[in-house]
């Protein structure tokens, strides 16, 4: 139980893919683990988590696969956190923030998953060929080869959240602040610090790192 037993740090798109539904076409998404009529344990997952994973199961799944670069390792770690939390959710239902805690469990079962590879994240080659691949104009305009992602890589732990979802993964400013369990204007405020933050790293002035935000 890495994410929660591990200490998770606390911190889709609008129709999110359902448990079960592959829009990527390359992977199956997490599925609810029902009974297989042999005796034992009930595994039915409660309402509550089987409505986050139709929530919130492709984005984890792509922000897994950003940084683990593997679509396959991406679909095993998610399922890995939603088998963590239903094992545990007594204890997710007492947390403050449900949203926040749970980001966060995903978030720690990444960099656990990267510690027992023994490797650094994959994301800033794999979040360059994603957007490039996407033709995002957002990038384009702050694009310098790919220094950019290596200084998205390099952001506080939730400024580099909001960036991902925001600008890389292109959900909006709504959907991103569920997932993420922040509020709207929480999501705008780290934006704007990590749009300075970026500006400084890749030496632009912040007027023109806000021109590209706005695209």
Avoid at 61 to 79: Q, S
Avoid at 137 to 158: D, K, V
């Amino acid at each position: 139980m890495v994410g929660i037993d591990g200490g998770g740090r606390t911190g889709a798109h609008e129709e999110a893919p359902g448990a079960g539904v592959d829009p990527h076409d390359d992977r199956p998404g997490p599925t609810p683990r029902a009974g297989t009529g042999h005796p034992g344990p009930d595994t039915t997952l409660p309402d509550d988590l089987v409505a986050l994973m139709v929530m919130h199961g492709e984005a984890y799944w792509e922000y897994a696969r950003l940084h683990l670069g593997d679509a396959d390792a991406a679909d095993d770690l998610v399922d890995e956190v939603f088998a963590d939390l239903a094992a545990n959710w007594e204890l997710v239902l007492r947390q403050e923030n449900l949203g926040e805690f749970c980001w966060g469990v995903l978030r720690s079962t990444v960099d656990a998953a990267l510690l027992r590879r023994n490797r650094p994240s994959a994301f800033t080659s794999a979040a360059f060929a994603f957007a490039m691949d996407g033709a995002r104009e957002a990038f384009r305009a702050l694009e310098s080869g790919i220094g950019l992602f290596a200084a998205i890589a390099e952001l506080p732990e939730r400024q580099h959240d909001a960036v991902v979802l925001t600008y890389v993964l292109g959900y909006p400013i709504v959907t991103a602040a569920r997932i993420m369990g922040v509020t709207r204007s929480g999501l705008y405020s780290l934006r704007r610090d990590a749009r300075r933050r970026l500006a400084t790293a890749l030496g632009l002035d912040e007027r023109t790192a806000g021109a590209a935000e706005e695209q």
